[in-house]
């Protein structure tokens, strides 16, 4: 089997691009992938464009404050479940 690839997504009001960098993802020929979405309080309609797709591969995780992407990013890796780790900017 082939091993499983984590996908970290960082969201700050990131609509703008999000639905594209989202359909990069389904998009690929690698199916073998989980997205650890972090929604870091987001004030526009992220979670609206996010939740319209529906994949289990997708996991969702709001922070209740803002944090710098360095620390939004070490909570989000810890969430992760893959062999291999890979980052995703919403643009």
């Not at 994949?55 to 992407?69: E, G, M, P, V, W």
Request: proline share 1%; charged share 30%.
């Amino acid at each position: 089997m082939k091993p499983l690839i984590s996908i970290i997504m960082n969201c700050h009001n990131g609509e703008k691009y999000l639905h594209q960098s989202l359909k990069s993802i389904l998009n690929q020929k690698y199916k073998n992938w989980e997205l650890i979405f972090w929604d870091n309080f987001s004030k526009d309609r992220s979670k609206k464009i996010l939740k319209k797709i529906k994949d289990k591969r997708i996991k969702y995780f709001f922070s209740k404050k803002f944090l710098k992407l360095y620390h939004s990013r070490n909570l989000a890796i810890r969430k992760a479940k893959g062999q291999y780790i890979s980052f995703l900017d919403t643009d």
